[in-house]
């Protein structure tokens, strides 16, 4: 396994010596300081009680009044797992990976529980927020599933190009009515650990009582790290800052994702209220 900048002992951000001590005595927080995704993967399996342990692990995280709006599918089929790869974008650690997951905001089991006290649920999913609560417990169980999978010795990569064809991704995993995807998920052992990449500073991302909008130098301060990471990580180097790699990405036209709104209208979901 190639293994770069993996001695690194302290977080990524400006901590005060206190801080930095915590982070170096816990396991938890040191295991979360040392994040990355994982893109290469060895052919060594994820065992079934591993992958029980992150399901397991997900189910205890916080949710929204405990309606638990997240179900997650498992693409093990190979003729499955090689149309997800296609979906994709065919990114090769798609196919690569022992397991990879579909995290879904669910309302299916939602529409469930009203069927039972006959409460017509198709009002309730004109209301938009319901995307937002989805799409939040997703983020939070990604979340929890990276750092249990990570305490396993396993490494884990978000794929949100699940999303590029969500039509076609919903017909492969057959998906519900109140159900849609959000994120794909890649677990598995690394080949390759890449370098560790730089974060925002603390001060342009956590703000005490009002939002700071003067962010404009501490992104310039940002952007000087982040080019010197480009220009010297162990692979793949290249001359660039992180503003202009966001800029670069939403280019107008911006067209990624275009299905996204007829896809939640045919699972039932409307922007009405």
């Known amino acids: 396994m190639t293994s770069h900048n993996t001695t690194q002992a302290t977080v990524r951000g400006e901590l005060s010596p206190e801080a930095t001590q915590l982070f170096a005595e816990n396991p938890i927080l040191r295991q979360m300081s040392h994040h990355r995704s994982i893109r ?25 009044c405990n309606f638990q709006h997240v179900s997650i599918v498992s693409v093990d089929n190979p003729a499955q797992r090689q149309r997800a790869y296609e979906l994709c974008g065919n990114q090769k650690h ?24 006959e409460e017509a649920f198709d009002e309730v999913t004109r ?20 750092v249990a999978a990570e305490a396993l010795g396993l ?60 962010l404009k130098p501490t992104l310039k301060d940002y952007d000087e790290a982040y080019h010197h990471y480009l220009a010297t990580r162990a692979s793949n180097q290249k001359d660039g800052t992180w503003t202009q790699e966001v800029a670069d990405y939403y280019t107008i036209p911006y067209t990624r994702y275009e299905d996204i709104p007829a896809m939640l209208r045919h699972q039932g979901f409307g922007f009405e209220k």
């Open 40 to 64: 290469s993967y060895t052919d060594e399996p994820v065992t079934e009680t591993e992958l029980q342990t992150i399901i397991a692990a997900v189910e205890e995280g916080p949710n929204w």
């Open 127 to 146: 209301v938009a927020d319901n995307i937002i609560v989805g799409a939040t417990e997703v983020g939070i169980t990604l979340g929890s599933a990276t």
């Open 94 to 117: 798609v196919l690569e990976a022992p397991v990879f997951l579909m995290f879904c905001a669910d309302f299916y089991r939602t529409w469930l529980a009203c069927s039972c006290s």
């Open 155 to 214: 490494g884990t990569c978000c794929v949100g190009a699940a999303r590029e064809q969500e039509p076609a991704m919903r017909e492969l995993l057959g998906l519900p009515r109140y159900v849609f995807p959000v994120c794909g998920f890649c677990i598995g052992h690394a080949a390759e650990i890449p370098d560790l990449k730089p974060r925002l500073p603390e001060r342009a991302v956590f703000f005490r009582d009002r939002y700071d909008t003067e």
